[in-house]
């Protein structure tokens, strides 16, 4: 059993940048893939960025491609989601889910088993 928790949404003006954080449970952090999913008002929700166990395979969906990033330290059992110069487009409740896998980073929330409560990030024109 593993057990996210999200941190480090809000509000921010249009262009700024925030950072979130997913904190997990647990020993074996390093053998999870991490993803980041979101989901705006009245929207399904949809795939951001995800991240192999060792960190050197990620995806980034082509929408936020050049502006988000996302890293993981399997230290500190956290993964991040960089976000730059946001966009209204961006407002969403943000989710990071993990899935046990040894194969490609996957962008389709049915593959992943656990998830986190979520944090808002509203950003404002």
């Known amino acids: 059993q593993v057990q996210l928790v999200e941190s480090g949404g809000g509000l921010v003006q249009a262009g700024n940048s925030l950072r979130l954080s997913c904190a997990a449970s647990?020993?074996?952090?390093?053998?999870?893939?991490m993803g980041w999913f979101r989901q705006g008002a009245g929207k399904e929700r949809e795939f951001v960025a995800g991240?192999?166990?060792?960190?050197?395979?990620?995806a980034l969906a082509d929408s936020v491609k050049g502006r988000f990033t996302i890293s993981r330290d399997n230290a500190k059992n956290t993964v991040y989601l960089q976000m730059n110069i946001l966009k209204p487009e961006d407002t969403a409740v943000y989710y990071c889910?993990?899935?046990?896998?040894?194969?490609?980073?996957?962008?389709?929330?049915?593959?992943?088993?656990?998830w986190g409560q979520g944090t808002q990030v509203t950003v404002s024109s």
């Open positions: 889910a993990a899935r046990r896998s040894l194969w490609s980073v996957s962008t389709t929330p049915e593959a992943y088993e656990y």
């Open positions: 647990g020993r074996t952090f390093s053998i999870y893939h």
């Open positions: 991240i192999s166990g060792s960190g050197e395979r990620t």
